[in-house]
């Protein structure tokens, strides 16, 4: 009986190994790392498995099953923005920083722990026109002083004509557009680093890097150049390390925060601040016409809410929500600050 049950367990070993052979010749070498590990331990069923035909087609499987959904189209009128992740930076100017001013201080640490969007460009004269036709914006139709409209940012533009927009949009978008706070312009202007510009080298600007009065440069490696007196379609110089077009120059942008001298009491979350003077906003980033010191991070400049200037324009912000620590921990995805009543 141990023989024949021998010789039987031989002829099976024999059948199997000739079948395998037959199958790697046809369908390739079953067992090498460059294929895919079949789910099974019966030896036949591997090699069927191994083969090329059935690899592609779980090849295939697998790039169905995360290919990613394609982006759906930005409607007319919405500006392209940029997603900021959280971070921490010094708000301000320190004391030995070339021609600052007093209320660019004391600089303070800011603790923005919330994504949030902002636009890649500044509002183009496009993007105000679409809010016109589509029956906002008051139907205010700024100049745009001879120099062009289309991709140029918007200019002739107060604080009160931004909300108008920003107002239509969300209303057609049904989403939550803002004007950024002071703070998280100044994060997205210093794009990780603790320098005037997140241009150039950082220390310096040069009209090769933003469109302002080239005449006046700044920093130790700044060079003079040509002045264009007038804007320039956003997008004509590279971005920031965070994606972000013309932050220095073109035109000066508003932010959402009330006037205060300084940034004593700053709340340090990224908020904007209302315990200043409200019927008076800031401005940041410098334009066409200014001087190159007058663009960095640091700067800050106020002015009534219905005032109206060729260099004014704003750029959008959106937040996003916080960073949830654990699934287990309940928490909200609005910054507290918004909440704020």
Request: aromatic share 10%; proline share 7%; with cysteine.
């Amino acid at each position: 009986m141990d023989i024949f049950v021998k010789r039987r367990t031989i002829k099976m070993s024999v059948l199997t190994a000739t079948i395998l052979a037959a199958l790697s010749a046809l369908g390739g070498v079953v067992g090498t790392s460059s294929v895919a590990v079949a789910q099974s331990s019966d030896p036949y069923i591997n090699a069927i498995d191994d083969r090329p035909a059935a690899r592609l087609r779980r090849s295939r499987e697998r790039e169905e099953l995360v290919r990613p959904t394609p982006p759906k189209p930005r409607p007319d009128g919405v500006p392209e923005m940029v997603l900021i992740q959280p971070g921490s930076f010094l708000m301000g100017s320190p004391l030995h920083q070339r021609q600052r001013d007093r209320n660019e201080g004391p600089q303070i640490r800011v603790n923005i722990d919330y994504a949030f969007e902002i636009g890649r460009f500044e509002v183009t004269f496009d993007e105000w026109n679409a809010c016109v036709k589509g029956g906002g914006c008051n139907g205010y139709r700024p100049g745009d002083n001879g120099w062009g409209r289309g991709k140029r940012p918007v200019t002739n533009i107060s604080y009160n004509d931004a909300q108008s927009y920003i107002k239509w949009l969300n209303a057609k978008t049904g989403l939550t557009y803002r004007l950024p706070s002071e703070a998280e312009w100044e994060y997205v202007a210093r794009a990780g680093q603790q320098l005037p510009f997140s241009t150039q080298a950082g220390q310096s600007i040069s009209p090769r890097f933003a469109n302002f009065n080239g005449e006046f440069p700044y920093g130790p490696n700044g060079q003079k150049g040509e002045y264009l007196r007038k804007t320039v379609p956003v997008g004509s110089y590279a971005a920031n390390s965070f994606g972000v077009h013309d932050i220095h120059g073109n035109v000066y942008e508003f932010v959402s925060d009330c006037y205060v001298a300084g940034h004593a009491g700053n709340p340090g979350d990224g908020s904007p601040r209302r315990d200043g003077n409200c019927d008076a906003r800031i401005i940041r980033g410098g334009s066409w016409v200014t001087h190159g010191y007058q663009m960095r991070a640091a700067k800050r400049l106020r002015y009534t809410m219905d005032h109206r200037y060729d260099d004014f324009g704003f750029r959008l912000a959106r937040t996003i929500g916080k960073i949830v620590p654990a699934p287990s921990t309940p928490t909200s995805t609005v910054p507290d600050w918004m909440l704020r009543k």
